[in-house]
């Protein structure tokens, strides 16, 4: 069973191409959809943080100006994650900025990321939106802290993605959901989910090459959304 990481990012903004840097860093390992391992950190990369992101993420430019350096902290990060898998919340975002902070400090980043978001929207299209916040609340999962700080919605991808698991196995007959599949899930249309599955098993040779179900998971609770909605007050935000 391969462990995946999951990885959440404070920032002070939305694009590292715009000179925005981390500003917290969380990571969840998961094996067997069970949590065996965290990493939490603040980072002081030299930067100010404005007022708006501060009220939004309750982190103060005095709470980073005690931090460790930013390039301390991606160092240890990238020493706890080494080469395995990675996930995370509207993924696009926290893999821009894991490769930028991690290029800072000459160090690559090759991991692979699979996103909830993208799975979301494939696998539950009657959710009410796809903000990390509201498909906790879909599937009655627990926070463990405050929104918009890293570890908590760490914690909470974590549980999202054991939940995406838990639903292809029980949904979609396959016996061990792997990163492999995800990756194949969050790259396909909706309607094409059930098609990719069966070719898995199929190339798999899984005893679950019986049919697999033609319907969402979950699919008797679940209004699709549109690839534009985001992660908070800006479309890349609205997953915190």
């Avoid at 000459?106 to 959710?127: E, G």
């Avoid at 990390?132 to 909470?156: C, N, P």
């Avoid at 899984?206 to 699709?224: E, F, I, K, R, T």
Wanted: charged share 20%; hydrophobic share 45%; proline share 6%.
């Amino acid at each position: 069973m391969t462990t995946v990481a999951v990885i959440d990012f404070e920032t002070t903004g939305l694009s590292p191409a715009l000179g925005d840097r981390a500003t917290e860093i969380a990571i969840v390992m998961l094996e067997r959809d069970q949590v065996v391992d965290r990493y939490q950190s603040l980072m002081n990369a030299g930067v100010r943080i404005s007022s708006f992101i501060e009220a939004f993420t309750g982190i103060s430019n005095e709470m980073i100006a005690a931090a460790p350096l930013a390039s301390q902290v991606m160092a240890e990060a990238a020493r706890f994650v080494a080469g395995r898998p990675m996930a995370a919340h509207n993924a696009s975002f926290d893999r821009r900025f894991w490769a930028a902070e991690l290029q800072r400090i000459d160090q690559p980043a090759p991991q692979l990321f699979a996103c909830t978001l993208l799975l979301s929207r494939r696998l539950y299209p009657q959710a009410p939106n796809y903000r990390l916040g509201s498909l906790a609340a879909f599937h009655s999962i627990a926070s463990s802290g405050r929104a918009h700080r890293a570890l908590a919605d760490a914690e909470v991808a974590a549980a999202l993605l054991g939940q995406i698991r838990n639903d292809l196995r029980i949904q979609y007959k396959v016996p061990d959901p792997r990163h492999e599949l995800l990756m194949k899930l969050q790259a396909c249309t909706r309607k094409a989910v059930p098609k990719v599955i069966e070719k898995h098993l199929m190339q798999a040779g899984s005893p679950g090459d019986a049919p697999v179900a033609h319907g969402s998971a979950n699919a008797s609770q679940h209004a699709p959304l549109s690839d534009s909605a985001g992660r908070g007050p800006s479309p890349e935000w609205s997953g915190h």
